[in-house]
C-alpha cells in the first residue's frame, strides 16, 4: 500500500469467538460499523479490525469481523474506504492499538512521524470502562499506554477521552445474565486501582485516589446482591462468591500494607476473571471455559 493522508482510523475491537464465529457481541460491532460506512464518507478513513487467535481458535476475531462485514457490504461500499487494515497478532486492547501502529507503518499507510485521528468502535460497556479508569487513574489508563506504545513505533495517534466522541454499540443481551456480566464489570475500575497500588504507580495520597473506584465497587456489589436476590430461584454459586468480593473490598478500603493489598488483588483477579466467564451469556460450554 502506498502512503497517503488519511483524517482518522476506526479501531474495530476484537470480541472472544465461539467455535470459529462471531457472538452477538460481535455481530453487534460489526452490524454498528456497517451503519457507520453507509452513513459517513470514509474515503479518508482507515477502519482496522483488530483481534488475533485465541481459545485455541483456527480464525482470528479481526478475519472473522472482517469477513461478516465485507459479506454485509457492496464491492462499491467497500471501495469507497480509504484503507481496510487487518491486525491479527492481539490477543489483548493493549496490543490492538500497539500491533496497529506497526503494521500501518510496515505496510506503508503511515509514515514514521505521522500524526492520526483515532477513535474506537466497541460495546458500550467496554468503551465506558477503558475511559472511566483512563479519567479516575490516568497512571493506570490503558489510552495513555496505547499512545506511549505508538509513539516508539513512530506513530502519534490523538484521541478524545470522552465516550461521545466514538462509537459505542449497545450491548446486545438484556437477560439477568446479562446485567450481572454487565455489573461484574465495572468491578474491573477497582482491580485497576490495587493493581497501581501495588506497582506503587500512583503520586498522592492513596486514600484520595482510592475514594471514587471504593464508591463505584460498593455501589457495584449493592446492585448485583440486589439483582440476585430479587429472583425466584437465585443462584446460590453467585450469592456464596459476593461475599468474598465484598470481603476484598473492605480489607483493601482499610490499608495500604503492599504485602496484604497483594494478596487480596489475587484473590480479587482469580475471582473476576471466574465469575466474567461464568456470567458471560457468550459462554462457549463446548470448551474448558474456566481455564
Request: proline share 3%.
Amino acid at each position: 500500500m502506498k502512503h497517503r493522508e488519511f483524517d482518522e482510523i476506526i479501531v474495530v475491537l476484537g470480541k472472544r469467538l465461539n467455535s470459529g464465529r462471531l457472538t452477538a457481541e460481535g455481530i453487534s460491532r460489526v452490524a454498528s460499523l456497517a451503519r457507520f460506512v453507509t452513513d459517513t464518507d470514509c474515503s479518508r478513513k482507515v477502519i482496522a479490525f483488530c483481534g488475533g487467535l485465541t481459545n485455541g481458535q483456527t480464525v482470528s476475531e479481526a478475519k472473522a469481523m472482517y469477513d461478516v462485514f465485507t459479506s454485509q457490504m457492496t464491492s462499491h461500499q467497500i471501495e469507497s474506504i480509504g484503507a481496510i487494515i487487518l491486525e491479527e497478532r492481539s490477543t489483548n486492547t493493549i496490543e490492538n492499538v500497539s500491533f496497529l501502529a506497526k503494521e500501518m507503518i510496515e505496510s506503508g499507510l503511515a509514515l514514521i512521524g505521522d500524526s492520526i485521528n483515532v477513535r474506537f468502535l466497541s460495546n458500550d460497556y467496554h468503551l465506558d470502562r477503558m475511559f472511566t479508569i483512563q479519567k479516575l487513574m490516568p497512571n493506570q489508563g490503558l489510552l495513555k499506554h496505547l499512545q506511549l506504545q505508538c509513539a516508539e513505533h513512530g506513530l502519534q495517534l490523538n484521541m478524545d477521552y470522552q465516550l461521545a466522541a466514538h462509537l459505542p454499540v449497545p450491548y446486545p443481551h438484556q437477560s439477568i445474565r446479562g446485567q450481572l456480566f454487565l455489573l461484574l464489570d465495572e468491578l474491573t475500575t477497582y482491580r485497576v486501582f490495587l493493581e497501581g497500588v501495588c506497582s506503587q504507580v500512583f503520586q498522592g495520597p492513596i486514600s484520595d485516589i482510592r475514594k471514587r473506584p471504593l464508591e463505584l465497587a460498593q455501589n457495584t456489589l449493592t446492585r448485583m446482591e440486589t439483582l440476585v436476590r430479587s429472583q425466584a430461584q437465585p443462584d446460590v454459586f453467585l450469592i456464596d462468591q459476593l461475599p468474598i468480593l465484598q470481603g476484598v473490598i473492605r480489607r483493601t478500603s482499610q490499608t495500604e500494607q503492599l504485602s496484604l493489598l497483594t494478596l487480596e488483588l489475587s484473590l480479587l483477579d482469580t475471582i473476576l476473571n471466574y465469575l466474567n466467564r461464568y456470567l458471560d451469556p457468550e459462554r462457549d460450554d463446548t470448551v474448558k471455559w474456566w481455564r
